[in-house]
């Protein structure tokens, strides 16, 4: 990023008298300055139907922030999708700066063991939090979040809480748009896996131990092979018996994962028809990878829980076969079939469908109404009330994507609307009036509602909207109001 001497000289000057206040006040004022803030003018869709490039950034990521759907529209679908497939391209500082102050998600597993629990709750859901709302590499981020969910930890389980930032950067964030088999290999052997799945216990060091096949288990029905896989419970138990061995270290070198060969069932093994040799150790790991990476169920699992996170709850069989397909033929490089997925017709039929859920809702709020916050519980405290806080689904399988899971929420939510459309959510400033000049609307009057719907849905209202808004408007007018209702409606909900 290119910084002028003059705007570097005012940082200096502001920053001085700033800190002895507020270092989030500085950070502030420097994105602000550096464009994290509104443009003088922007346009809104005026089509009848949901904008496709509004649709792409509402899916492939968290929605747009003041300005990019004008920069994206420039660039056009798959031009912006390449750039965002090639998220070290993208120049990320100004979220970098809000981001990095978190100290405990950059340590090694043993040195969080030094903090409170309390303290590394905060700093991994705020460094998510922020991440999802400020990044410029937005594709990366639903990625995360949808690995997040297919690798479920549960912080507060054991020692995962100690583990998980570490998980979050060498697992998830470091192979989120790579390689699966890669993927699937780091979290076998992250020690918040190992905890959370009790793969740490899982040895034999007499001829009579039983193997733990809780790991082993969830490796084939939710991580690859999936419910409806084809594999039996005897591949479960032969699965658990090469994956045994598997150590965290106690004392010296806490929480790093080392293997054990003593406590490895080195037996011949039958996994999924495939023969694995005695005596393998530590390589049994890899030719079981190998095996359910590889597999076609696998491929179908994938395809499935995609075409569904990011087309439809119910998403069509072909879409399905040609995403697994994909995922086959290039050796399950998840670029490539994001690549398809984003580009595909079925995906822009299908906008306004999916309901939000609870994180990306509030997410998509922020970003559409530029806000400036620093993500503290006060504000982070909604998503544990319509019940999404970050890490914290107990079972492996992750937060659900089914719409009917989420449909409970909906009191939070228009508490949450009209607490935006007043500038009273709390620790957030959001600059309404800024934003209403941008689109157009004049100053101290009822903002125009084919203005401001357009700039939030993506598309002009319907006349069964307008009739809705328009009277009850009518009956309450105040500025305010019109946001707040729209933020509430059913056509918010949905992208």
């Known amino acids: 990023m290119k910084i002028s001497r003059r705007k570097l000289l005012k940082y200096i000057t502001f ?84 981001a990095r102050r978190f100290e405990t998600i950059y340590h090694k597993p043993g040195d969080c063991y030094e903090y409170k629990k309390p303290v590394l709750r905060e700093e991994i859901t705020r460094h998510t939090f922020l991440h999802a709302l400020y990044s410029k590499r937005q594709l990366f981020e639903v990625m995360v979040n949808f690995w997040s969910d297919h690798l479920n930890i549960y912080l507060e389980k054991g020692d995962c809480i100690y583990l998980k930032a570490s998980d979050d950067r060498l697992v998830i964030r470091q192979h989120a748009l790579g390689n699966f088999r890669d993927l699937i290999r780091a979290s076998a052997v992250s020690p ?120 439809s709850d119910e998403p069509s069989e072909n879409i399905i076969q040609k995403l697994a397909q994909t995922f086959l033929k290039s050796k399950g490089d998840i670029k490539t079939v994001l690549r398809q997925l984003f580009l595909s017709d079925e995906f ?55 719409s009917t899971i989420w449909m409970g929420t909906m009191l939070w939510r228009w508490n949450i609307a009209f607490a935006a459309a007043s500038n009273k959510l709390p620790s957030t400033r959001l600059p309404l009036q800024k934003l209403a000049q941008a689109i157009g609307v004049e100053p101290q009057k009822i903002p125009d509602l084919e203005k401001v719907f357009p700039y939030l849905i993506g598309r002009l209202p319907s006349e069964t909207e307008k009739e809705i808004f328009d009277e009850y408007i009518q009956e309450k007018p105040n500025k305010n109001e019109l946001l707040g209702l729209i933020l509430a409606s059913p056509a918010f909900q949905r992208y």
């Open 15 to 98: 920053t001085a008298g700033a800190l002895s206040c507020s270092c989030e006040k500085a950070i502030s004022y420097w994105t602000k300055e550096q464009g994290q803030d509104i443009p003088f003018h922007l346009d809104v869709s005026l089509g009848q139907n949901i904008d496709p490039i509004f649709h792409l950034l509402s899916r492939a990521g968290y929605g747009p922030w003041p300005g990019e759907l004008a920069q994206a529209k420039k660039l056009g679908a798959k031009n912006w999708l390449e750039e965002q497939l090639d998220p070290q391209s993208i120049e990320n500082s100004l979220c970098n700066l809000r």
């Open 192 to 311: 918040a896996m190992l905890v959370y799945l009790d793969g740490k216990e899982n040895k034999k060091s007499q001829e009579n131990d039983i193997p733990n096949e809780n790991y082993a288990r969830e490796l084939l029905e939710l991580h690859t092979l999936g419910v409806h896989g084809g594999y039996t419970q005897q591949d479960v138990k032969e699965l658990a018996r090469c994956l045994t061995g598997w150590r965290i270290r106690k004392n010296w070198g806490r929480g790093e994962v080392y293997f054990n060969d003593k406590l490895h069932d080195n037996g011949e093994k039958q996994l999924l028809g495939h023969k694995i040799p005695a005596k393998g150790g530590i390589n049994d790991l890899e030719r079981v990878l190998d095996i359910v990476c590889f597999h076609p169920a696998t491929a179908q699992n994938i395809a499935s829980k995609l075409a569904k996170r990011f087309i």
């Open 348 to 402: 822009f039929a299908s906008s306004g469908q999916k309901f939000k859920r609870p994180f990306r809702y509030l997410i998509s709020l922020l970003r559409l109404l530029g806000a400036d916050t620093h993500a503290h519980r006060s504000l982070l405290s909604f998503l544990g009330k319509m019940g999404q806080d970050p890490f914290q689904y107990p079972t492996p399988d992750g937060y659900p994507d089914e």
